[in-house]
Structure formats: C-alpha cells, structure tokens
C-alpha cells in the first residue's frame, strides 16, 4: 500500500520533504493554516549540504534569480557611515553574508510551487490539525479544523517553533525552550534612494542593534533587536511579545525613540508594514523528535535561533534526511525504524549547530558606550584581516555547516533524472 503521509505546515521543511517523498511514491498531504502562501519573511540563506538538497530538486537557479543582492554586511556609525565592511566574495565565508540570501516567503513559494501540481502531493490551504485522536500502530487519526476525521500512516509536525501540534503529542517536560534573551522585531519598509545592497548593521547602545537590508522587490527589510538590561525592562519586553501589535509597537517606540540613525524613519514605517513581527529567540531542545507515528521536523523540532544562520539549512537537510530514511522502509513496516535513523544522523549535527557560545548574541548588544567602542574597534580589525586576501588565504576555511549528506538510492542523481528532475548544475 501506499503510504499516507500528513505533513503540518508549508514553511521551508514541510514543503522541502513533501517533495522527497512524493518522488519515493508516498501520497503527501499538506496542512497550512495561512488561506494564502504569506509573501512576507526576512532574509535567509542556506550552506554547504542544504545547497546539495536544493540542487538535488532542481531548484537552484530558481533560488539564485531571487537572491537579495545584498553584497556584503557592514558596520556604520550613528551618520550612516560604513567602518567595517565584509564584502561577499564568492562565499569565502568571510562575510555575514552568504551566497544564497533569499527571502523566506521567496523560498517558501518556490518550494510550493514545484510540489503543488505533483499528483502524489495535495494542498490544503486554511486547515490546520485541531486534534490529534490516535496515534497507534497501524495509523495516526486526525480531526481537522473543518470537523474531518482522516487517518494516515504518518503525521510530519512542521509548524514551527511554537508548534501547537508538539503541544498535543509531546509532554512538557520532553520540551526544553532555551531563552537567549533577545527580542527581534522585523518589517518591510518603502525604498529611499540612500539605502544600499548591504547588510548594514547599527550598534545604538544600550543593549539595541538596528539593521537594514536589500530584497529583490524594491523594498527594504528591518530589523530591531534588544537585550533588556534590567527586570523592568525584561518583564516589559516579556509582555510585549505574548500581547498584541499595538503594544508591542509602542514598546519599540518607547526604547528605540533616542536609538539615532534611521530610528525615526523605521519607527515611523511601522503601522503601515504589512509584514511586522516581533518575537523572543528562543531555541527549542527536544529530548525525543518522535512519538510511534508522529515526528517533529525543522524548526518544531531544533529551533537554532537566527544567531546561528543555520535554521533554513537544518529545515532542508532534515527533510532530505527523513524522506530518505521512509523511502528505506518496506511496505507496512511501522515508521518508528525510519524516525530512529533520522534522528540518530542528524542529531549530534544539530546538537553542534545549537551550540552558540557564551558571548553571543550579548557582544553585539553593548549596554554600555565604552563596550560599544570596544566593539567596533574589534569589528574594524576584524573587517581589515577579511579584506586582505594574503592573510585570508593562509587561515583555515569554516567547516561548521558541513554536514556528511547520507546517501539515499531513490534520491541519487540517475533515480531522479528518470523521474523527470534536472538536477541544477
């Protein structure tokens, strides 16, 4: 028989796995509770064997026709004034940039788009899970928010870090949410002639960065970040993110009002973006990513932060993973042996990638003016030994995003040209 998957949510991971699968021959059907694909979404970017995987699914040259065009990140002063530049070049890894910057809506659609007219893949917009009955040894029964009740022979948790499916199937105590102790709020803001296509990175002092970004559609992304310096301001913060828009905004007004720069022309661009989001960073640590037929991927499963820059990575490798251990499965044979290898190859790799050291994300929030001159005093040392090509040709590349990719016999090159894939070159 065929096998009857259910994936929750049409992120990066949902959508990246509904592919691999319907090419092993399971029907995959796909949850999304937005009534549209959202457009909206900062950059993102992917490394080392993510970039395999999307080469894989023949989607490469789509990604790079919507690359941001940011060309380097740099460090400016309370005028604007660039110190500290970190040009791309050729994804050396000396930038903060990375090769692949994409928008996460961009991506999303992408990978929506070369799943949806697959026969073995169905999109159902504007559902979600609303209850979780059974999840036994012959099947996982679901309710869906429209009072259907369905069965599968598997059920995918891909909806996010705040997965309320999680919710549902994992105890508390399997879930450990590990606060970094950082807000961000993000937005798209109308395109002046100044802004540029850089990362351009702001220390205000006081705990807060600012940052502008290109995109491809001529608009430009912000972002705000804080660390709050004291229990007031913590409990503040705190509140903000579990309230509403309004109050989160007025929070971000209130702290940011003398942050200098361009804090009054993005505090101003707020009410009309169509995109705002505000958020803790958090990292989610599960003891166990299944339960019988229940499995949590990408970020519902080891939500890394945006500090590592490894998320959408691990989203995309993670579903390659998971589908090429289910296309090993014989026909009936319970998914529990596929979820145990899954997890075993891609732990001890999320496990490294979780690991963000003690002083980050606090070094580029200085409360303090003296620490913010230290900083950029390291920073602009730092800029100049990157953009000296003789040194940076004698120090040891980053192999921090490399990760061994298995492999897989449905999923090599020749099995997929027979099933019509170009893989990208």
Known sequence: PTMRVLISGAGIAGPTLAWFLAKAGAHVTVFEKSHALLPHGQSIDFTGS?????????????????NTTEKGSQFIDPKGRPFAPFPLN?????????EFE?????????????????VNVNYRLGTTVKEV????????KVETSSGEVEEFDLLVAADGQWSKLRKQCFPPESVKVVDKGMYVAYWTVPRIPSDNDWWNIYLAGQSRTMALRPDPHGTTRSMFSIMPCNDLQKRAWQEA????????QELLRRDFADAGWQAQRLLDSMDQAPDFYFHPLQQIKMSRWSTNRVI???DTAFAPTPLTGMGTSLAIIGAYCLAGELSKLRNGQHPSQAFEAYENALRPFVEQIQGIPF????????EQWWKRWVFH?????????VTTPWIMNRLPQRKDDEFPLPSYPTFDEEALRQLGVVCSS
Do not use: W, Y
């Open 50 to 66: 993510a970039i395999t995987v999307i080469r894989k699914m023949g989607l490469l040259d789509q990604v790079r026709r919507l």
């Open 90 to 98: 050729g994804g050396d890894g000396a930038s903060f940039t990375n």
């Open 102 to 118: 994409i928008l996460r809506g961009d991506l999303a659609k992408i990978l929506h788009d070369a799943t949806t007219n697959d």
């Open 133 to 140: 009955i059974s999840n036994d040894d012959t099947t996982v």
């Open 296 to 298: 949590c991927l990408g």
């Open 359 to 366: 002083f980050v994300p606090g070094i580029a929030h200085p």
């Open 377 to 385: 005093v390291c920073i602009t040392t730092l800029s100049r030994i």
């Open 241 to 248: 993110s579990e309230g509403d828009r309004k109050l989160q």
